[in-house]
């Protein structure tokens, strides 16, 4: 399988406690997302990377959360101090760099995340 | 906008006939529109894409329609399947540069009856 995958796909934390979670993007895909998603709604951007290189953040990325892609492959997601309103499904995506049919984004499997 | 929270607008339909789901999108600079199914604790799948210079694209069984004049989008499905059973979302894109985030619409829960 040549998805996107991701890794926990289910996570259990306490509230304070730091979590990690890590995509694997298709691999020759430059950019990669990750995305929050609460239940009943739709996913809701939080970074993206070009390569190794953060190029876009939304508000809704707390100084809490960080994303790193260090080497243009794998990235990682942490959120430090878990609060309960960080319970969500944490999405990754990856697309080719813009080509002529747009940029389609493929989405990895998630991790589920609840905070005690 | 609105937020339809746990209720998310329902389409029931029986099996073998055509399915219409319907969004609104938010921006009139997006440039490129993809429709994403999602089934229970999966990550969304893509289905089909379309860009704003066209106004239908066709793949298999399904059908996109985009009417910019009124920032409309509809998914077509012919002949549904039990298979088929899932969230329905519209997403779209500003590109142009300007950004490469999707903004995901509301999600249209699809329920085919046997």
């Known amino acids: 399988d040549t998805g996107v995958s991701q890794d926990p796909r289910h996570k259990i934390t306490k509230r304070g406690q730091n979590v990690t979670f890590r995509c694997d993007p298709i691999?020759?895909?430059?950019?990669l997302y990750w995305y929050r998603q609460t239940l009943g709604q739709g996913p809701e951007f939080l970074t993206y990377?070009?390569?190794?290189?953060?190029?876009?953040k939304s508000r809704l990325l707390s100084d809490r959360f960080s994303a790193e892609r260090p080497k243009g492959s794998f990235s990682t997601l942490e959120i430090q101090r878990t609060e309960q309103g960080d319970s969500a499904m944490y999405l990754c995506?990856?697309?080719?760099?813009?080509?002529?049919?747009?940029?389609?984004?493929?989405f990895g499997p998630g991790t589920r995340l609840l905070v005690l | 906008g609105e937020s339809v929270g746990l209720h998310l607008p329902t389409l029931s339909v029986q099996e073998g006939d055509n399915s219409i789901i319907n969004c609104a999108y938010s921006?009139?600079?997006?440039?490129?529109f993809i429709w994403y199914k999602q089934e229970s604790g999966k990550g969304p799948q893509f289905i089909i894409d379309?860009?704003?210079?066209?106004d239908k694209r066709q793949g298999q069984r399904v059908t996109v329609l985009l009417n910019k004049t009124v920032k409309h989008l509809s998914l077509q499905i012919a002949a549904t399947q039990p298979g088929d059973s899932a969230v329905y979302f519209c997403?779209?894109?500003?590109?142009?540069?300007?950004?490469?985030?999707?903004?995901f619409g509301t999600g249209t829960l699809l329920a085919v009856q046997p």
């Open positions: 995506a990856s697309s080719p760099i813009r080509g002529a049919w747009g940029e389609t984004q493929y």
């Open positions: 691999s020759e895909h430059n950019r």
């Open positions: 990377f070009q390569n190794e290189a953060q190029l876009e």
């Open positions: 921006n009139s600079a997006s440039d490129y």
């Open positions: 379309i860009r704003s210079n066209m």
């Open positions: 997403a779209e894109n500003m590109g142009g540069g300007a950004t490469n985030k999707l903004i």
